[in-house]
T-cell receptor, first 112, second 107 residues
Framework: EAQVTQNPRYLITVTGKKLTVTCSQN?????MSWYRQDPGLGLRQIYY???????DKGDVPEGYKVSRKEKRNFPLILESPSPNQTSLYFC???????????FGPGTRLTVT | ELKVEQNPLFLSMQEGKNYTIYCNYS?????LYWYRQDPGKSLESLFV?????AVKQEGRLMASLDTKARLSTLHITAAVHDLSATYFC???????FGKGTRLSVIA
C-alpha cells in the first residue's frame, strides 16, 4: 500500500531533550516536506526537500533540522525542544514539487 | 510574500443546500490544491488545479481556478453530513496553506 508513515504518532517530552520524528514514504517520491499545524494558524511549512541531499527552509524552520540521506526517509530533528514547538506535525511527499502531496498520519508533540 | 485567504473560516449549512468556499491568493500562481481534513486525521488531497479556467468535480464538490482573479472556489452541491470536515486550499510550491474552512453540515 502506498503511504507515508511517521513515528512516533504521539510524544510527550521535556524541554531540551533532543528528539527525532521519522518520516518514510514507499512511493519513490522525490519531494518531501514537513509541516506543523497549530490552531488558528493553519499549516506552515518547516523544511522541504526536492531530492536526496537537497533540503531548504520553509516558513518556520527555527529550532528544527532535517536530513535527506535516502530518497524514502526525511527525519525531523528537534535538537533542543521548547514548549512553543508543541504542535501537530505532518510529513508529506509528492512525485515532484509541483504535484499533489500525500500526507502522513501526523505526530502530536507536547513539550513540557 | 504569498498570502492565502479562505472565506468563510466557519460554515454551518443545512443538508441539501448549496454553498461556496472562496480561496484568494496574493501573488501569481497557476497551481492550486484543495485538501480535506477530518477531525483528528491527516489531510487528503481533493483537487489539483493547474491552469486558468480549470474545473474539477468529484461527487458533490466542484473546484475551479481563475488565475487572473487569483481566486479558486470550492462549490458544495446538496450538502450531506459526510462532507463535514475542514477544507484547505494551498497555493504554489512550496505550498502555502489557507487557514482552512471548518464545514459543519446539519440536518
Amino acid at each position: 500500500e502506498a503511504q507515508v508513515t511517521q513515528n512516533p504518532r504521539y510524544l510527550i517530552t521535556v524541554t531540551g531533550k533532543k528528539l527525532t520524528v521519522t518520516c518514510s514514504q514507499n512511493m519513490n517520491h522525490e519531494y518531501m516536506s514537513w509541516y506543523r499545524q497549530d490552531p488558528g494558524l493553519g499549516l506552515r511549512q518547516i523544511y522541504y526537500s526536492m531530492n536526496v541531499e537537497v533540503t531548504d527552509k520553509g516558513d518556520v524552520p527555527e529550532g528544527y533540522k532535517v536530513s535527506r540521506k535516502e530518497k524514502r526517509n526525511f527525519p525531523l530533528i528537534l535538537e533542543s525542544p521548547s514548549p512553543n514547538q508543541t504542535s501537530l506535525y505532518f510529513c508529506a511527499s509528492s512525485l515532484s514539487y509541483s504535484y499533489e502531496q500525500y500526507f502522513g498520519p501526523g505526530t502530536r508533540l507536547t513539550v513540557t | 510574500e504569498l498570502k492565502v485567504e479562505q472565506n468563510p473560516l466557519f460554515l454551518s449549512m443545512q443538508e441539501g443546500k448549496n454553498y461556496t468556499i472562496y480561496c484568494n491568493y496574493s501573488t501569481t500562481s497557476d497551481r492550486l490544491y484543495w485538501y480535506r481534513q477530518d477531525p483528528g486525521k491527516s489531510l487528503e488531497s481533493l483537487f489539483v488545479l493547474l491552469s486558468n479556467g480549470a474545473v474539477k468535480q468529484e461527487g458533490r464538490l466542484m473546484a475551479s481556478l481563475d488565475t487572473k482573479a487569483r481566486l479558486s472556489t470550492l462549490h458544495i452541491t446538496a450538502a450531506v453530513h459526510d462532507l463535514s470536515a475542514t477544507y484547505f486550499c494551498a497555493v504554489d510550491s512550496p505550498l502555502v496553506f489557507g487557514k482552512g474552512t471548518r464545514l459543519s453540515v446539519i440536518a
